[in-house]
């Protein structure tokens, strides 16, 4: 079936850096997209959404992006900090119900 | 505090015995759902509910029953494990519809021998 993913999975930063992380989805008919952070040890934690007709959003610190011409999305974190280390996961959603989660960037954090 | 309650964190089990997972949200929310994470596959929904007694299945359903008999109470009953379940499950819940803010559990390390 069809299935998000990302393009690296790993990104390492340097502190203060701006981050860049990206994610591929396949299914035409995605509406809604999140990007979701997972810390070691814990589940994961809603940072940001974006429906299909938008292709900009900002929130603190993070900014998505949209492209649908090419299926693409990303997230963007400005001056990147020690605490931004974490696992991120994209997922898309076509219906109300289900959300799809692609595999994870794992995103380090250098001093 | 708003939270999702998993039990238990960690377990060890052998094939074939039954085992159920608990969930449990004190945040009156409607949706809740299951979902496994495996090394390179990300998270994958097991089954979901929209309210009680209203279940479906997601992506990966066989080998695992759950009920939803109480609005707080989501639990994941694994009837016959067999190693191929092992994993790290996460419970989540969501006011909404299942998209949007899912807010999840802190998991359940599950090693089936």
């Known amino acids: 079936g069809e299935s998000v993913g990302l393009h690296l999975p790993t990104l390492s930063v340097q502190e203060g850096d701006n981050s860049i992380i990206n994610c591929a989805y396949s299914n035409s008919a995605s509406d809604y997209f999140i990007w979701y952070k997972q810390e070691s040890g814990k589940g994961p934690q809603f940072i940001i959404d974006?429906?299909?007709?938008?292709d900009k959003r900002q929130g603190q610190r993070v900014t998505v992006l949209l492209n649908k011409t090419v299926k693409h999305l990303s997230l963007q974190i400005a001056a990147t900090q020690p605490g931004d280390s974490a696992v991120y996961f994209c997922a898309e959603s076509s219906n109300d119900y289900k959300l799809s989660f692609g595999a994870g960037t794992t995103v380090t954090v250098r001093a | 505090e708003a939270q999702v309650t998993q039990n238990p964190r960690y377990l060890i089990t052998v094939t074939g015995k039954k085992l159920t997972v608990t969930c449990s949200q004190n945040m009156n929310h409607e949706y809740m759902s299951w979902y496994r994470q495996d090394p390179g596959l990300g998270l994958r929904q097991i089954y979901y509910?929209?309210?009680?007694?209203?279940?479906d299945k997601g992506d990966v359903p066989e080998g695992y029953k759950v009920s939803r008999k109480e609005k707080r109470n989501f639990p994941l009953i694994l009837e016959s494990p067999s190693p191929n379940q092992t994993s790290l499950y996460f419970c989540?819940?969501?006011?909404?519809?299942?998209?949007?803010?899912?807010?999840f559990g802190e998991g359940s390390r599950l090693t089936v021998l």
């Open positions: 989540a819940s969501s006011p909404g519809t299942g998209t949007g803010e899912l807010f």
């Open positions: 974006i429906r299909s007709n938008m």
């Open positions: 509910s929209m309210n009680v007694e209203v279940t």
